[in-house]
């Protein structure tokens, strides 16, 4: 379980962040949806422990970033470090051994290549597989179908009802709600730094109706398109 109890973020000027307060429990899949610029990120990130916040969070397990894999939108890699080494990297920083790499390369990466010279998909891959293997308690996963092809993101989309069936916790965004209805337990809408909807299975339909509303408007017969 997290807990978010009045986060807010700022930077510079900028509200990102207002009050923010939510509780993600385990064994459930929890999705974040919202327009560009709401504030999914940089929530990710303050629980992740990479951004300064005003407000609490709380799990169960503490240190809670020790404990978290996070897959970023855009993974980062040093630029001479193959994906083997990188899977060691990140198992090395939980003390866990990694033994039979090739056996768990599900996504069958080439990994005496470099990382950096991998593509955006193949990098999001390398990245998820490596947060996998340090059997974390908690899970974020940014935009974890963006940028990766149809047959992995069927494995992907089995990983996460793996690891609900495994009671972990896990938050993820899209900005494909296909993906999220498929895979949560239940959506929360932000808008401008704060949370205005939660949703649960039978009510998806309805929220992805009235985000299409709000989203498109009249914005297609305006443009005339002939």
Do not use: W
């Not at 974020?140 to 940028?147: K, S, T, V």
């Amino acid at each position: 379980m997290i807990e978010v109890i009045g986060l807010s973020k700022k930077y510079g000027a900028k509200q990102v962040l207002k009050n923010i307060k939510i509780k993600f429990e385990e064994g459930i899949v929890c999705g974040i949806v919202g327009e560009n610029g709401a504030g999914k990120t940089t929530l990710f990130r303050c629980i992740a422990g990479l951004e300064d916040y005003e407000g609490k969070i709380f799990s169960e397990i503490n240190p809670l970033k020790n404990h978290l894999g996070f897959l970023q939108t855009e993974p980062y890699f040093f630029s001479k470090i193959t994906g083997n080494e990188y899977l060691r990297l990140l198992c090395n920083a939980r003390n866990k051994e990694l033994k039979d790499i090739e056996s768990k390369n599900i996504f069958d990466l080439p990994l005496n290549q470099y990382a950096s010279t991998y593509s955006t998909g193949m990098k999001k891959k390398l990245a998820l597989t490596a947060v996998l293997l340090q059997e974390n308690n908690f899970f974020i996963l940014d935009e974890p179908f963006n940028g990766v092809d149809i047959h992995s993101n069927i494995i992907i989309t089995e990983i996460i009802h793996k690891l609900r069936e495994l009671k972990k916790t896990v938050i993820i965004s899209s900005h494909i709600f296909s993906t999220l209805s498929d895979n949560c337990d239940e959506i929360h809408l932000l808008k401008e730094g704060e949370f205005i909807n939660k949703v649960t299975k039978g009510e998806f339909a309805k929220l992805e109706s009235e985000m299409k509303e709000i989203t498109i408007g009249d914005k297609i017969e305006r443009l005339e398109i002939k």
